[in-house]
């Protein structure tokens, strides 16, 4: 286990998620090693709130941050889009 690993747990634990919480959360990819720490523990945070409020478990937590993040990603390339071809249009 690398340390970054033993720190996200660690970080888990002092949320009080299970640590199998940072397991799904590595298996959808939603770590990467370039983030800062602070980002890290949001998206624990984030998976904590679902998992208390609306009672998914750790592996829908972590299915549903990705896909959040994956449909910010789309929206933000979507805007991105249209003000291009409103920029084109201009010209």
């Known amino acids: 286990m690398t340390p970054e690993i ?9 949320l009080a998620l299970p ?7 590595l298996e959808c990819g939603l770590f990467s090693p370039e983030e800062a720490l602070e980002s890290h523990r949001g998206i624990l945070r984030c998976m904590r709130r679902l998992m208390r409020d609306l009672e ?4 829908g937590a972590a299915l549903i941050v990705r896909m959040r993040h ?7 390339e979507l805007d ?12």
């Open 56 to 59: 998914v478990n750790a592996a």
């Open 70 to 76: 994956e449909i910010e990603t789309l929206q933000n």
């Open 6 to 14: 033993r720190l996200l747990r660690q970080v888990a634990r002092e």
């Open 19 to 25: 640590v199998s919480a940072v397991d799904f959360g």
């Open 80 to 91: 991105r889009s249209r003000v291009g071809e409103l920029n084109s249009r201009d010209t």
